[in-house]
Every structure is written in C-alpha cells, then in structure tokens.
C-alpha cells in the first residue's frame, strides 16, 4: 500500500492534542469527583481515557505502522481519537449525579474542544472535502454511542440537538479556512522547492560559467610563460641551425640565450603554477594580498613602489574580491613582462560607493588603437573580468610615457 506522507510536525502536533486532551479529562473527574457530582467509579473512566490515549500515543509512535497502513494510517488514528474522545464524554453522562447540570455546563463545551483537535489535524492533512466527511461523521457518531449507551434522552434535548448543529456548521467553516490555508501552504512549499531546483541549476551553471573562465584564465597565463618561451626558443633555435656551419661562434651565442630563455621561462611557469594553486586571498585578506603582489612585482621588474592602500576595508563579496585581485594580478605581471618601468604605483581607495584599483607605471607604454585584442591576451582578460561585473576598465597609455590602468567597480557588486 502506498504510503501517504504526512505534514511536517503533524504526528507531534497529534500527540500533543492526545496529552492536552488526557490532562483535561483528569482534571475534570477530579473537580467533579471533589465537588461529589459524580457517581460508581469515576477513575474508571479516567483508567479507560488513559488506556486509550496511551494506545494511540503508542499508534502514531511506531514507525512501521505509518510505512504499511500508508494512507490509512493517520485516519484510523483520527477515528479512534473522536471514539474515544466521545466515549469518555457519554460516560461522564452516564456517572454524573445531576445530568441536567452536566450537560449544561460542561458536556457541550468538551466534546466541542476535543472534536476541535481532530478537525484541526483532518483539515491540516487533507482538503475541504475530508473536513465535510469529518463534520458529519463525528456528529453521527456521537447520536449514534448516546443511542447506543442509554443517553438517548440527552439527544432529544432542544439545546443539545441545537448544539450539535452549530458545531457542525463551525466545524465546516473553520474546517474550510485551515484547509484553504494548508493548501496556499502546500502551494507556495512547491514553488520553493521549484525555486529551488532552478537555484541549483543556477549554480551549476554558475558552477561551469566559473571553471570555463578559469580555463580561459589558465590559457592566459599559459600563453604569457609556456607559449612565449616555447615560441622565442623555437626562433633561436632555428637560427642557431642555420649558422651552425657557418657561424659556430654566434650559433653558440644563440645557444647559450636559448637556454637562459629556458630557465626564465621555466621560473615563470613555476610562478603561474604557484599562482593557480594558492590562496591568498583566504590567507591573507584582500589589502594584504595586494601588498605582497605589488611587492614581488616590483622586485622582479628591478623597479621602485608606491604602494597606497586602505588601513580598514569594507568587508566585500568573495567574487568581487577576487576580481580586484585577479586584476592586480594580471596587470602587473603586464608591467613586470612588457614594460620595462623603473617605478611602480599601486592604489586601492574607497571613492562614495565605488572602489577603484589603479596600477600605473614609467615604463615604455603602447598605443591602446593599435592593440590587437586578439593576440593580446593580457589586456583581453581585464576586459573579460570587468565584464562579469559591468564595472568599468580605463586604460591611459602612450607610447614611451607609461601605462595607467583603472579599474572602478560599484561595493554593491
């Protein structure tokens, strides 16, 4: 049989009302039994509201009942309950010394309160239509054990028929709110759990958008170490073959660049290695990060630093602080390969709402209208990275006047 989930927090909710419930009817044949409005054994009464309570407590408790009763499961134990419930009430009739009393005062208002738990948990499971079955079938339940237990009388009183039916009435309008309630629930729980798939497909995709701009990160620094060293060593080596026989001394020479460029470009593949593989933004922080790149640039460039950064930094997205990192990274490793700058400047400011990166340099600079940006992939990759945050990317630069490079993004990025 298949099994029919239950709401969340229904079961305990169910034991709850049972406990409430048992501690009501105990109470109530204590007070009658002290005030001596009832007759015979009114702790048997107690006894048997315990015993079945306790029954049921047990019931919603063992797991294995819930898997193989399946959808006949919480029913069976909200039949029982309102049997129960009912039973222990046309007792109390039946015990009471002035029926008449009892009846007024108390009879009404408890089956009313104890039916109530079983309609709030039938509404909260199911819909409308098991609130209407519940309704009828409690109040036919009820007429049928006072018939059954010699109260008939008892339903043949104007107010206790007149009761009856305005319970029932209540029973189907409350009934109708708690189900149209649950079930704006259940539909907006759907439409989370949608949300939700289409959040983790977001971040898959995400997911893959981040590991295909690292390829495109990792080519970049590919093509600056390997590609350059392996194109240049390709060069000299074809050189040095062509005047091996006839000019041994300079085919040496040759040699001799060939293998220097080698070992430098070796040092530099070592360097994009350690790069892939560290952290330092976790390790480090943000200001502090920058610091030490601007510091090894400087000093594998031979060049002097001006280094200006903020003491205190607002604490920003991991993404964004990677992007500012990322882009001092790429921009100064342009400086120390391409510029030949005798001094380095490196500023990080907060300006309003915006912060801006700028890393300028004396070095011999470029003409930004005849950059190819296909071939460029330096330059190339700053443009890619501003764009994953629609910040903004300046690039002043004239031949032999150096290069400033101005990186402005929003902190709300």
Known sequence: ????????????????????QLGLIVVNVLAHVHLGNLSGCPFCIVAEASAGFLLLFGYLSWPWLATHLGRFYLPAALIFSV???LLVQNELIQSSVNPQE?????????????????LILTAWQYNFKAVILYSFFSAGLEVLMLHLGNNAWVFNEYSYQRSIFIRTIFFLVAGHVIALIMRRQREQRQS?????????????????????????RMSRELHDTLAHTLSGLAVQLEA??????????????MLEDSLLATRSGLTESRKAIQALRASPLEDLGLTLAIH?????AA?????????????????????????????AQESLENVVR???????????????????????DDGQGFDPAQVDEHKQFGLKGLQERVAMFTGELQIHSRVGQGTTIRLVLEQGQ
């Open 102 to 118: 009892f009846l007024g005062y108390e009879s009404v208002w408890q089956n009313f309160l104890f039916l109530f738990f079983s």
């Open 1 to 20: 049989m298949k099994n029919a989930p239950l709401e969340p927090n229904l079961k305990s909710t169910f034991q709850f009302f049972l406990s409430l």
């Open 192 to 216: 989370l759990l949608e949300a939700n798939r289409q959040l983790c497909h977001y971040a898959a995709t995400l997911e893959q958008l981040a590991v295909t701009q690292e390829r495109n």
């Open 299 to 327: 000093s594998r460039a031979g060049a002097t630093l001006s280094i200006e950064l903020p003491t205190t930094l607002k604490k920003l997205a991991s993404d964004v602080e990677q992007c500012l990192f990322r882009m």
């Open 292 to 296: 030490n790149l601007a510091e090894n």
């Open 338 to 360: 391409h510029a030949e700058a005798q001094h380095i400047t490196v500023q990080l400011a907060c300006e309003d709402t915006r912060l801006v990166l700028s890393i300028s």
């Open 240 to 253: 040095a073959r062509s005047l091996w026989q006839s000019a041994p001394e300079r085919s040496y020479a």
């Open 83 to 85: 049997f129960i419930s």
